[in-house]
C-alpha cells in the first residue's frame, strides 16, 4: 500500500526533528524531504503550527502502535500486567530525537500533551490511577525505570550494549507485579 502525502509529510518532517531538531521544520525544508510542492504540504497543513500539532499526534500513535506490536494485542485486551512488560520493552528500544523533543515539548502546551499522557495513562498508568486500580506500586517503580531507560537511550553519547540494555530491562521488567495480570 501506498503512502498517503499526509503520512510522508509527517515522515519527512520526523526526519528532519531527529537530524537538525524542531525550529529546522519549515515549509520549504519538509517539501524537500518529501518530494512534494509546497501546496501539497499546505494542503494537508495550513500553518507550521498544525504540522508540529499533528507531528504530536502521529509519534504518540506510532509509540502506542509500538507497544501494541511488543504486547501482540490492542491495549483493551491486554491484562495490567501484560501493559506494563509491552511499555517496558517499548522504552527499551530509546526515544528517538524526536520523540524525546515533542514529548518534552509538549509538557508546555496542553492540546499537545493530551496525545502522549492519553498513551501513557493506558499502558502505564500513573501510581495514583495504578494504586486505585490495581494497587501495585511495584508496576510504578517499573515505569519509572523504563522512563529512564528511555531517556537514557535518547541522550547518551555511548549506547548500551544489547546484552547490557537485555540484563537492564530484564531487572525492570522484575519490579513488575506479577499478579496484576486483570
Not at 524542531?22 to 497543513?45: I, K, M, N, P, W
Not at 530509546?94 to 496525545?115: C, K, P
Amino acid at each position: 500500500m501506498r503512502p498517503s502525502n499526509r503520512s510522508k509529510i509527517l515522515e519527512a518532517a520526523t526526519r528532519i526533528v531527529d537530524r537538525d531538531g524542531v525550529d529546522a521544520v519549515t515549509f520549504e525544508s519538509v517539501c524537500q524531504e518529501a518530494g512534494l510542492t509546497r501546496s501539497g504540504v499546505v494542503y494537508h497543513f495550513a500553518s507550521r503550527e498544525q504540522l508540529l500539532t499533528a507531528m504530536h499526534d502521529y509519534l504518540a500513535g506510532r509509540w502506542e502502535a509500538m507497544m501494541e506490536q511488543n504486547a501482540g494485542k490492542p491495549v483493551a485486551a491486554a491484562s495490567t500486567l501484560e501493559r506494563y512488560e509491552a511499555y517496558v520493552a517499548t522504552c527499551a528500544h530509546g526515544a528517538t530525537a524526536a520523540e524525546l523533543r515533542f514529548l518534552l515539548d509538549s509538557v508546555s502546551i496542553q492540546g499537545n500533551a493530551n496525545a502522549w499522557f492519553d498513551v501513557l495513562d493506558r499502558w502505564a498508568p500513573p501510581l495514583d490511577k495504578a494504586l486505585s486500580s490495581a494497587g501495585h506500586l511495584d508496576n510504578f517503580v517499573a515505569r519509572l525505570a523504563a522512563d529512564g531507560l528511555w531517556v537514557h537511550e535518547a541522550l547518551s553519547r555511548n549506547e548500551l550494549s544489547p546484552e547490557l540494555k537485555r540484563l537492564v530491562t530484564s531487572r525492570i521488567l522484575g519490579f513488575l507485579d506479577n499478579q496484576s495480570r486483570r
